[in-house]
């Protein structure tokens, strides 16, 4: 079953709120701007035949903000749970003068149950937070009942990439993917789990891990 409802007592989250400075309070007061509200999603107008991305948990918003500038023609949704990523995302788009990149703020898992459905050329998770230890499983962002959700969101065909610098939550990924077998994993070669894309930019977490000797693996998966 997909999710129709969220235990609010499980984050996914890790950390907390951190406080914003009076900058980033300013630019989060300007969020309406930037945001997107589910009607539009539903408005056969807002689309006009565009292909359709969505990140969930883009931290601060590197990589949607370049995809986003790359290629104008496509419409590009970044959700993100804290504050201080909506901000640094909002900063990036005035800088870029980006037009085509809309932000929901709040939980992903949320958001995801009022989006219509064969909605999404594309949906990236991109190093969700890991929750090594067993006990921490229920946090992880990949459960059966996301994958069927996120399926159900994705356009028959149409592709979803996670990332992860953790091996195990690799594996727990794969797992899942291979019991729910909604999805083709798209394995070609070695150089698959390089990246999902050519044009693909690393985001400050994955380069953080690089330089502490923590390999980054990609999944590319498509919806059947
Ligand atoms: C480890 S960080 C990676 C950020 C970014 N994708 C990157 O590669 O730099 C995970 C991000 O996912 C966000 N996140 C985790 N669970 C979320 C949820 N349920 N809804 C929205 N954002 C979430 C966190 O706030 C955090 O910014």
New binding site residues.
């Given amino acids: 079953m997909p999710l129709n409802n969220i235990d609010k007592n499980i984050i ?2 890790r950390g907390r709120e951190r406080s914003l400075t009076s900058k980033q309070k300013e630019l989060f007061t300007n969020l309406k701007e930037y945001e997107i509200n589910v009607l539009s999603l539903k408005d056969s107008n807002f689309l006009k035949g565009k292909k359709l991305f969505f990140e ?5 918003g590197e990589i949607i903000c370049k995809q986003a500038k790359l290629n104008p023609n496509n419409i590009y949704i970044g ?4 504050k201080k ?1 909506i901000t640094q995302l909002i900063e990036k788009i005035i800088e870029n003068k980006i037009s085509n990149l809309k932000i929901f703020h709040g ?3 949320r958001i995801l149950m009022d989006i219509p459905s064969n909605i999404f050329d594309e949906i990236w998770l ?4 890991p929750w090594p230890k067993n006990r921490h499983e229920k946090r992880r ?1 990949v459960q059966s009942s996301m994958i069927q959700t996120l399926n159900s969101k994705i356009k028959k065909g149409g592709r979803l990439l996670i990332s992860s610098d953790d091996k195990n939550y690799i594996a727990w990924t794969l797992s899942l993917f291979f019991m729910e077998n909604s999805f083709d994993w798209i394995a070609d070669g070695p150089n698959d789990w390089q990246a999902p894309t050519n044009d693909y930019f690393g ?4 380069n953080k891990g690089i330089k502490n000797d923590r390999e980054p693996y990609f999944l590319k998966f498509k919806k059947l």
């Fill in positions: 996914t989250v969930i948990g883009f931290g601060s959700v993100e749970y804290y990523g939980d992903a898992r991109f190093f969700p937070d962002f985001s400050r977490y994955e």
